[in-house]
């Protein structure tokens, strides 16, 4: 078990320009990370798996989470 609790963080990225707007969190897993995305997105939002992260888009921006591994290992 690790002595340490993850620190997982949101990154908020501007769709046209590829810009960083912000980052979000730190929140305990990738879970936490993305029901916080819902709440500062105002809504209920989809996720897509890819290999090293979630992503989803609310025009204009996209909410870029990093894959907890230490969810994924257990």
Excluded: F, N
Excluded at 20 to 41: D, K, M, N
Aim: charged share 20%.
């Amino acid at each position: 078990m690790p002595c340490h609790t993850p620190k997982v963080y949101v990154t908020v990225v501007h769709t046209q320009t590829g810009e960083i707007v912000r980052h979000l969190g730190p929140y305990a897993s990738a879970a936490a990370a993305r029901t916080a995305c819902g709440t500062a997105a105002g809504q209920l939002l989809v996720w897509t798996r890819r290999e090293q992260d979630w992503v989803v888009e609310k025009y204009p921006l996209e909410y870029r989470v990093q894959v907890d591994e230490s969810a994924a290992m257990a």
